[in-house]
């Protein structure tokens, strides 16, 4: 080992490059005792995992040092009355979070004894949006023209680079000399960035070579990936997906210890009124706090939780309770690829019943996506009962998290 830490200290191997000499556990091994020798730091926990190192390198990782492990946690039982999920389900959440798991399966209980959520896949899409530069405004114009008038040829190029994935929109959109070509892919059970990425290269390909226009970035940022945007809460990314439950006021009062239009009034006044007075573009209590436990234990991107957290909590008051819904509508999820095949993360995956490609494809990220809904629907119930009650800061003094 002293051998190879003397090389990279003096510059004659590169720390990326451990993997060509070495296996990669003993790569993994090397780079770690390099950085403890440079910082002083003691990597001894973050080198002790379970993870089949090869796959983490080749498809997951660089430089890689070891893992951070997160707790996770089970929520449920969750009744889900879907079109894709199981019936019912316990979600995996990985979570530093102190009462986070606690209050989800009180969300759980809730919608359980209420008949379950209905939730609804209503778009699936996964985008990538390349920017073009025209001459001027006319050769813009003849540019969003070609597009629009030669969409098989566009399609047989795109769906040339794939054998799942299937273009069927652009949405063109023009700012002076820029063009922006919003292109909508159906991905199946795969999340689709790497996907949509490189069909969008080969329509880039084939727009310069046909009209002269000059592509500048194959992503444009009006796709819009990991940024919140206006325009992911309007058309929907990935999969938009809407959960709701009806509640009685029995149930309310037992489990939330509140009352419909108290659990209204908490909504209306916090999620829409607060969220708008904020120039927030979610309108939700915690949405992201779902997201991101059950997409960290479940191999999904997390910083897509940015998409995600654009969602819309709405509780009416109707006769003898409250309908209380959630609309996600950009949800990018997947069932393969990425970090769903890493072994832990399988293990979600596995819990929930939507590991790999479904039959027919596509129907294992659908019911992922339901999953997820109804969870977050049942964080928001949650939330707002306890915020209702005047719960929210006894809970967490209660479970030690003040």
């Known amino acids: 080992m002293d051998d190879y830490i003397e090389r990279i200290r003096s510059g004659s191997l590169k720390l990326y490059a451990l993997e060509k000499e070495l296996d990669a556990r003993e790569a993994v091994r090397v780079r770690r005792a390099f950085i403890e020798e440079e910082t002083g730091a003691n990597l001894d926990t973050i080198g002790s995992f379970s993870m089949d190192i090869d796959q983490a390198v080749r498809k997951n990782i660089e430089n890689m040092i070891g893992a951070v492990q997160v707790p996770v946690g089970v929520a449920g039982p969750l009744a889900v009355k879907g079109e894709y999920a199981r019936p019912s ?7 530093t979070e102190g009462a986070l798991v606690a209050s989800v399966n009180r969300g759980c209980a809730l919608i359980t004894r209420a008949g379950g959520a209905d939730v609804r896949v209503l778009r699936d899409g996964m985008t990538r949006a390349p920017v073009f530069a025209a001459r001027d405004i006319v050769h813009a114009r003849e540019i969003v023209t070609w597009v629009e008038e030669h969409m098989t040829e566009i399609r047989e190029a795109a769906e040339s680079t794939t054998s799942h994935g299937k273009l069927f929109e652009i949405v063109p959109y023009v700012a002076g000399t820029n063009v922006f070509l919003r292109m909508e892919f159906d991905t199946k059970d795969a999340m689709g960035m790497n996907m949509v990425t490189i069909a ?3 329509v880039g390909d084939l727009i310069e070579r046909e009209t002269g226009a000059r592509l500048v970035a194959l992503s444009g940022n009006m796709c819009t990936d990991k940024k919140p945007a206006a325009i992911n809460l309007i058309r929907g990314r990935g999969r938009t997906v809407v959960a709701g439950v009806k509640l009685s006021d029995d149930l309310i009062a037992d489990l939330l210890k509140t009352d419909a239009e108290t659990l209204a009034l908490v909504n209306y006044r916090k999620n829409m009124v607060g969220s708008a007075l904020a120039g927030s573009l979610g309108f939700n ?5 779902v997201i991101a436990a059950i997409f960290i234990a479940c191999g999904q991107d997390a910083a897509h939780v940015v998409e995600g957290s654009t969602c819309m909590t709405t509780v009416e008051k109707v006769d003898g309770g409250a309908y209380v819904a959630v609309t996600l509508p950009s949800l990018p999820v997947g069932t393969v690829g990425g970090g769903t095949g890493l072994a832990t993360q399988r293990e979600c995956l596995d819990l929930l019943g939507v590991h790999g490609g479904g ?9 992922l996506a339901e ?3 109804a969870g977050v629907l049942a964080g928001e119930l949650s939330l707002l009962g306890a915020l209702a009650a005047q719960h929210l800061a006894r809970a967490h003094q209660q479970l030690g998290r003040g």
């Open 89 to 95: 389900c316990y979600l995996p959440l990985a979570t």
């Open 200 to 202: 969008g290269a080969k």
């Open 285 to 289: 209590a915690h949405a992201a706090n």
């Open 359 to 367: 039959t027919p494809p596509g129907t294992n990220a659908r019911a």
């Open 371 to 373: 999953i997820v809904a």
